[in-house]
């Protein structure tokens, strides 16, 4: 008599997927042999997809059936045995050579038998054909899904499917972690070291990954913070194999945005940050051998710690320490040298607000210019297809071009040019009285960020703190604070307003991407 065992196999898909679940198949096989008077066989389940050879349990079988232990099987179907060639193969094999008996399901029982064996091989191959035409399908649904602009897989943090419509499968803003996202990516624009903007995301901001049914609820991780930092999906763009499509979700930044993130993340030489957090390690750098300053405790003769910062000495630099709230001090003192008093505050933006139909009329000529350099960029688009379609392109030359087409279409339609320039001008007008103030208030990540937004190229040399004002903050020292000049007649403080007025007129760009780091520090 032949040694039977049953076999029962599910894939690792939901339950609501499976043809008849591993349960259901035993108790229909122990029936099966309870008529041919088998009873109390041995049962071997495994819960792996067939498609691919490799299955612990099975091989163990196959193994029993070569040694002679094992000479008969009982399944639901031929497909739970195999699903590939190489082990639908291995069954015929050992059936040929006589080690394998016979295959017993409810439908049919196979021997080895020529005929038996040809229905065996059309049955494996149609299971193989249904795994290879399944694959076919969902690789093809996906495409075309990534096409139309939608998340091939799961959404990346701050995104949710749709739940309203599942059939669409849209993705839509997560309404909780959405904004807070968005303002992680944002400080990291702003230069603010990535591991202490997590560290914010998770303890000042309280982020949260979403419940699902065995998972969630916690801070997200390091390496899926650095992970969301590299993903295109948050600037509008989906990389699928190798190449960007256009997405159809609501963007978190802008591609120039993105672009200057993957700046900061390349950058290298800054200093790790430690444990203390400290406001400018990593964004002044030493006055004369120009590398980054850290920051440090340092203990007197007394016992005292006290925070200094330093060059990180990586050649020879004779650069001494300087105490951290002289730093704070000497950068107070500078913005102060460039804050507009209030009488001239209400000047300027009296001022402001009669330019602003000329500003108006300006914005409208550059949206116009940007209409026309899209259309140019769509026709490079397609003229770029068209000459892939005809081959007279190669892979590696059209990859990266159609990227670059891809982020200029996707700056051009998005940028700053296309939003309303009076918005944003009032907030830098703001920050324009404001800037000493709020940073004396503010705590690390503030000061850091005011300093980012007004200052360029920051020095620490003998002790002093070098630093240039970015525009318009440097027209207000320019003007108003010269020696002789401070609040001497009225003509120069005239001539502070042109300055200003013609630089918030001519540069909506500068003056949008200025206004976004202002309005994100004062979010926080």
């Known amino acids: 008599m032949s ?28 029936a099966l042999a309870a008529t041919r008077g088998f009873h109390d066989l041995t049962v071997l389940e495994e819960s792996r997809s067939a498609k691919q050879p490799g299955r612990p349990v099975f091989n163990q079988l196959l193994k029993d059936i070569n040694e002679g232990r094992l000479t008969a099987l009982l399944c639901w179907k031929l497909d739970r045995l195999a699903r590939n060639p190489v082990d639908g193969g291995s069954l015929l094999w050992a059936m040929s050579c006589g080690k394998l008996k016979e295959i017993v399901t409810p439908g049919h029982t196979y021997t080895g038998s020529a005929e038996d064996r040809f229905i065996q091989n ?25 096409k139309n602009g939608w998340c091939p897989a799961k959404p990346p943090p701050g995104y949710l499917p749709d739940r309203t419509n599942p ?43 979403p419940l699902r049914l065995r998972s969630g609820g916690k801070p997200i991780s ?123 505050l209400s000047l300027l933006v009296e001022e402001f607000n009669r330019h602003a139909s000329d500003r108006q009329a300006r914005q409208e000529s550059v949206i116009n210019s940007r209409k026309l350099t899209l259309e140019s960029v769509k026709r490079q688009l397609q003229n770029l297809t068209e000459l892939r379609l005809r081959e007279q392109i190669r892979d590696e030359e059209y990859t990266p071009q159609r990227q670059r087409l891809l982020l200029e279409h996707q700056r051009l339609e998005e940028g700053p040019e296309s939003k309303d320039p009076i918005e944003p001008s ?54 108003l604070y010269s020696p002789g000049n401070w609040r001497k007649a009225h003509d120069v403080r005239t001539g502070v307003l042109k300055s200003l007025i013609a630089y918030f007129s001519d540069n909506s760009i500068e003056i949008a991407l200025q206004a976004g780091r202002i309005m994100d520090l004062a979010k926080r």
């Open 222 to 344: 390091r390496t899926s913070f650095y992970d969301l930092l590299s993903n295109p999906f948050y600037c509008g763009l989906i990389s699928f194999k190798g190449e960007l499509y256009k997405g159809a979700s609501e963007s978190m930044i802008s591609p120039e945005d993105f672009t200057e993130i993957q700046k900061q993340l390349r950058r290298n030489n800054r200093p790790r940050p430690s444990r203390h957090e400290w406001a400018f390690t990593g964004l002044i750098r030493c006055g004369e051998c120009g590398r980054a300053v850290t920051a440090s405790f340092q203990r007197n003769r007394h016992g005292v710690l006290y925070p200094y910062y330093h060059c990180t000495r990586r050649q020879p630099c004779r650069q001494p320490y300087v105490q951290s709230k002289e730093v704070e001090k000497q950068l107070a003192d500078w913005l102060e040298g460039i804050t507009i008093p209030n009488n001239t």
């Open 122 to 146: 059309i049955e494996y191959g149609m299971a193989t054909k249904y795994i290879d035409d399944l694959s076919a399908n969902v690789k093809r649904g996906i495409k075309a899904r990534v």
């Open 426 to 479: 009032k907030a830098v007008i703001s920050l324009l009285s404001q800037a000493k103030e709020m940073f004396l208030r503010g705590d690390t990540a503030q000061k850091r960020a005011i300093v980012q937004a007004v200052g360029l190229n920051p020095r620490l040399l003998d002790r002093k703190v070098l630093i240039l004002a970015q525009k318009p903050f440097s027209l207000v020292g320019e003007r």
């Open 3 to 30: 040694s039977y065992v049953i076999y029962a196999r599910k894939s690792t898909e939901s339950e609501d997927r499976q043809v008849l679940s591993i349960p259901a198949q035993i108790e229909e096989l122990r």
């Open 167 to 209: 059939e669409r499968r849209i993705v839509i803003k997560d309404p909780v972690r959405f904004p807070l996202i968005q303002r992680a990516l944002g400080l990291v624009r702003q230069g603010t070291a990535p591991t202490e903007v997590w560290r914010i995301l998770n303890n000042a901001w309280g982020y949260r990954t």
